[in-house]
């Protein structure tokens, strides 16, 4: 049920695979304990983003990873650091100055049909 989606600015489309790292990131989730077959990972490029100062100039990869809640922080800590740290290596030597976030949300399970 965890699921990955990564937003991107359109001009990281060009200096970088992007599926390549929705693959990575599903793969590492996976490795850090959760079942494969219940992760969703996908990627949306924002084909309009201003970013700091360089405006529409600027690079961005932003992840948000939803998952039911009950995990305590570290265990939030653990995939959190782990998916940033993916997507921060992705980026190196690519651009400068690439604007690199994540944000872990909890799901209410009264809230999320499956």
Do not use: F, W
């Not at 924002?46 to 265990?75: F, K, P, Q, V, Y």
Request: glycine letters at 8%.
């Amino acid at each position: 049920m965890p699921h990955i989606t990564v937003e991107y600015s359109r001009n990281m489309g060009a200096v970088m695979d992007v599926s390549k790292l929705v693959y990575d990131m599903h793969d590492k989730l996976a490795a850090l304990g959760i079942d494969k077959n219940r992760i969703k990972t996908r990627a949306v490029v924002c084909n309009s983003a201003a970013i700091g100062e360089r405006g529409s100039r600027g690079h961005m990869l932003h992840a948000t990873l939803l998952l039911l809640a009950g995990r305590d922080n570290a265990t939030k800590k653990k995939y959190g650091d782990a998916l940033h740290g993916l997507m921060q290596t992705s980026v190196v030597g690519l651009v400068d100055n690439c604007s690199v976030t994540l944000e872990i949300r909890d799901m209410d399970p009264d809230n999320y049909y499956m």
